[in-house]
């Protein structure tokens, strides 16, 4: 486990899958979820995507949980892992409403990218934002991640064409903020 001031990142629990499902319709957390067909996971789905992960070379996942009381707030994962190229997509989720902007997001962030580039020995850690979901462009340029392009109208969300951007952040980028 790694362990910060208020979140740490640790391993599926047996009810999370059912808190994750039950979680899941906040249409903030869903809609960004998948730039495809949106639909709605089970208990058992939630289960099945920690459990694969625990088994791959490809993807890692983690629970974020409170430090204070162990409660789940959240999840952040390592997928599309290149042993070769050194490289990885970041993707992070805090279902509930309440557990957003409480400095959780950023705090998980650092863990996963000490995780990421420590462990996992990666050069460049990458991920997709809709550029109007403020709160986590903060987040990741905080962090230290920064704008490599915009897809134009990739997403067709609520009857319009949406952008994607895209960040990354370079290990020895990484390593200059510690």
Known sequence: MFIGNNVKLSHYHEEDGKKLASWQWDEDFLTPLTSDMIHPYTAEDWEKIFRDASNSYENVEFTIRKVSDDSLVGFVDLSDISVRNHSCELGIG?????????????????????????????????????????????AYTKAGFVKEGTAKNEIFYNGKWIDIDYYAIFQEDWYARQ
């Open 94 to 138: 805090f279902p509930k409403k309440e557990d957003r902007s409480k400095g959780y997001g950023t705090e998980a962030l650092s863990l996963i990218l000490d995780y990421g580039f420590n462990n996992l020995n990666m050069h460049k850690i990458k991920l997709s934002v809709y550029p109007s979901n403020i709160g986590a462009v903060k």
